[in-house]
């Protein structure tokens, strides 16, 4: 049974994944800003989180004056597979490691390697 949240507690997770991000990497973040977003796109309704923008990877010289980027945690779909707040705790922390490191160029072959599926 999916686990019933208010938006104000889902983004508490959300900061509270955000501040378990180790600082040395968080400083390496660059013209990013993560959103909460209760339901995911209509082409893709169980997406948890997505990255938009230019991966540090992808920047040149030519990179500036670019809006940020955008890591968008999905609320609805996350609570949809999830049975206890702990699970929502575990499945947020994952989603926005995920995210994070689509900036950094990672791409979801190399993150399923690593464990973070």
């Known amino acids: 049974m999916p686990v019933e949240m208010s938006r104000a507690r889902f ?3 959300v900061a509270d994944a955000l501040d378990e991000v180790p600082e040395e990497l968080m400083s390496l973040l660059d013209n ?3 959103l909460v977003e209760d339901k995911a796109p209509a082409n893709d309704p169980n997406l948890l989180g997505l990255y938009e923008g230019y991966a540090l ?4 010289w030519d990179y500036s004056g670019a809006l940020p980027d955008r890591i968008t945690i999905y609320r609805l779909p996350t609570l949809a ?3 206890t707040e702990e699970d929502v705790v575990e499945e947020v922390s994952v989603t ?3 995210e994070i490191a689509h900036h950094f160029g990672i791409d979801d072959d190399r993150l399923h390697e690593l464990g973070w599926d």
């Open 32 to 34: 990013v800003v993560v």
């Open 11 to 13: 983004e508490e997770l």
């Open 96 to 98: 926005v490691v995920h």
């Open 57 to 60: 990877t992808e920047r040149g």
């Open 81 to 83: 597979i999830c049975d």
